[in-house]
């Protein structure tokens, strides 16, 4: 995935290949100068967003398998954010408790299997609650491993139906976890900003970003007074079809902030 970023010397605009890492190394291509891209955004964010792209692009099948690492990578962060939560809950040095969890992660790292395992616990022990939308269907387990697994060619309207699943999931999820465990989360990434940050050479200027997703809206923006009723936590049905569909009509445009636009100002003086 592309996006464009404004070079901090000439303010020429630059198209960069989105990082695993979120940190970018970009050359202007216009004056020369070096600087360093961070961009502030969780992995699933990046993967819906993704998915949300492939899909507004007539990429069906490409979507799939983006909404379905999305929706791992959830909840990856909604166990990091509950076990980070807890340790600052009991006055846990935030590096000690991220030492734990990391090496613990090592030995579910591989196996999505375990990782739902632990997202089942972190789920029963922070909501007291059996995590009831776990079953095969309401993740669209066999939807995805159709479409992944066996080269299923699905039609539009069938990924359609299979993203405001995991978006319904995801939002629900996500609006009801605590802002500590959140910006706990989040501060592993700015973390690794910093060390970044530190070993950057003279003459490189460091750009911080956040772009504007299917979530990251929802959490950083107020919802609209109109649009309250429907995205009430816990009162809303699990896999709202229309909640997706909402958010794409809210913030689909804003997905297109990444592409490189078609009037590029070629004459130069403004
Ligand atoms: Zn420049």
Same mark, same amino acid.
């Given at each position: 995935?592309?996006?464009?970023?404004?070079?901090? @010397?000439?303010?020429?605009?630059?198209?960069?290949?989105?990082?695993?890492?979120?940190?970018?190394?970009?050359?202007?291509?216009?004056?020369?100068?070096?600087?360093?891209?961070?961009?502030?955004?969780?992995?699933?964010?990046?993967?819906?967003?993704?998915?949300?792209?492939?899909?507004?692009?007539?990429?069906?099948?490409?979507?799939?398998?983006?909404?379905?690492?999305?929706?791992?990578?959830?909840?990856?962060?909604? @166990?990091?954010?509950?076990?980070?939560?807890?340790?600052?809950?009991?006055?846990?040095?935030?590096?000690?408790?991220?030492?734990?969890?990391?090496?613990?992660?090592?030995?579910?790292?591989?196996?999505?299997?375990?990782?739902?395992?632990?997202?089942?616990?972190?789920?029963?022990?922070?909501?007291?609650?059996?995590?009831?939308?776990?079953?095969?269907?309401?993740?669209?387990?066999?939807?995805?491993?159709?479409?992944?697994?066996?080269?299923?060619?699905?039609?539009?309207?069938?990924?359609?139906?299979?993203?405001?699943? @995991?978006?319904?999931?995801?939002?629900?999820?996500?609006?009801?976890?605590?802002?500590?465990?959140?910006?706990?989360?989040?501060?592993?990434?700015?973390?690794?900003?910093?060390?970044?940050?530190?070993?950057?050479?003279?003459?490189?200027?460091?750009?911080?970003?956040?772009?504007?997703?299917?979530?990251?809206?929802?959490?950083?923006?107020?919802?609209?007074?109109?649009?309250?009723?429907?995205?009430?936590?816990?009162?809303?049905?699990?896999?709202?079809?229309?909640?997706?569909?909402?958010?794409?009509?809210?913030?689909?445009?804003?997905?297109?902030?990444?592409?490189?636009?078609?009037?590029?100002?070629?004459?130069?003086?403004?």
């Amino acid at each position: 995935m592309f996006f464009v970023t404004v070079c901090p @010397v000439c303010g020429g605009e630059n198209r960069v290949e989105f990082a695993d890492s979120s940190v970018h190394d970009v050359t202007c291509g216009a004056c020369g100068a070096r600087s360093c891209v961070f961009v502030r955004k969780q992995k699933f964010e990046v993967l819906f967003d993704l998915g949300t792209r492939a899909l507004m692009d007539g990429y069906a099948r490409e979507a799939v398998a983006s909404f379905a690492a999305a929706l791992e990578r959830f909840f990856e962060f909604y @166990v990091r954010a509950f076990a980070l939560e807890r340790a600052a809950d009991s006055a846990q040095e935030f590096g000690e408790a991220l030492g734990v969890l990391e090496g613990t992660w090592r030995h579910v790292a591989s196996q999505s299997e375990r990782q739902l395992g632990m997202f089942a616990l972190a789920y029963l022990l922070r909501e007291g609650r059996e995590p009831e939308f776990l079953t095969a269907k309401a993740l669209g387990a066999e939807f995805r491993n159709r479409v992944i697994h066996r080269g299923y060619l699905p039609r539009r309207a069938e990924v359609e139906e299979y993203a405001a699943l @995991v978006f319904g999931l995801i939002d629900r999820l996500l609006s009801g976890m605590g802002p500590v465990g959140v910006m706990q989360a989040e501060l592993v990434q700015e973390q690794a900003f910093a060390r970044h940050l530190e070993a950057l050479p003279a003459g490189v200027t460091a750009v911080f970003e956040e772009h504007p997703g299917m979530f990251r809206a929802r959490r950083f923006a107020p919802v609209p007074p109109g649009k309250s009723a429907a995205s009430k936590a816990g009162s809303a049905p699990l896999n709202d079809a229309a909640a997706f569909a909402r958010a794409l009509d809210e913030r689909g445009a804003g997905l297109s902030v990444f592409k490189v636009r078609a009037h590029r100002g070629a004459g130069g003086e403004g």
